[in-house]
């Protein structure tokens, strides 16, 4: 029961919050923007997506398009891999929070798992008493406890406000350089209009 309480209050400040806290305002905190990457720095190439944690079609990407791209592309040395948080809703903003906990191979582990499991815990969102069991679920396979989960939302922590501005912060840079859906990939700094997936990657990288 104290923990539904701690929750209810947590996420209750965070939503308001995200969508009371005018983007502009949060303009002076993109040079902080938390950079989630994989594959080597030199690689001629860099694919950036921006994507929402709730978001059906950054979940197919992420399921479906991505592992079949890391395995011949980002773990050869060709792509160099980096993800953008653009939060959508509660529920993504969220779960950007807690994936964010995470660096390095657990960050993309932690967020491949809440892709594969989308469902479970999206559809739990309108229940603060139920969501963050729902997130605990999925990520206590790798070893996440429920108090992490919960110091990853604590708006007492110097460090999750950090975070908070910057998911922010990625997000205000996507919609200036034209991110208006999600998701949205950018090859070497140019956008690509052209629906995404491991066979157009293919073709732009010959």
């Not at 950054?58 to 993800?83: L, M, Q, S």
């Not at 999750?160 to 990625?170: E, G, M, P, Q, R």
Request: aromatic share 14%.
């Amino acid at each position: 029961m104290l923990l539904n309480i701690k929750l209810i209050k947590i996420l209750s400040l965070f939503f308001i919050l995200f969508f009371f806290i005018p983007f502009t305002n949060l303009e002076t905190n993109q040079s902080n923007n938390i950079v989630n990457q994989l594959g080597n720095n030199s690689a001629k190439y860099t694919l950036v997506e921006y994507a929402s944690m709730s978001c059906v079609h950054c979940a197919n990407f992420h399921n479906n398009e991505f592992p079949k791209i890391k395995r011949d592309f980002i773990d050869t040395g060709k792509i160099k891999f980096v993800y953008k948080d653009f939060p959508l809703d509660k529920p993504a903003m969220f779960a950007s929070m807690v994936t964010n906990c995470f660096t390095g191979e657990q960050y993309y582990e932690i967020l491949s798992s809440l892709y594969r499991n989308q469902e479970a815990w999206v559809t739990k969102s309108n229940n603060t008493g139920t969501f963050y069991n729902a997130i605990h679920n999925v990520l206590k396979v790798h070893g996440v406890s429920l108090k992490k989960i919960l110091e990853c939302v604590d708006d007492k922590s110097e460090i999750n406000k950090k975070t908070w501005n910057s998911i922010i912060a990625t997000r205000l840079e996507g919609q200036k350089i034209g991110v208006n859906s999600t998701p949205s990939f950018f090859l070497n700094g140019k956008k690509i209009e052209e629906a995404f997936n491991y066979g157009l990657l293919k073709q732009l990288i010959k």
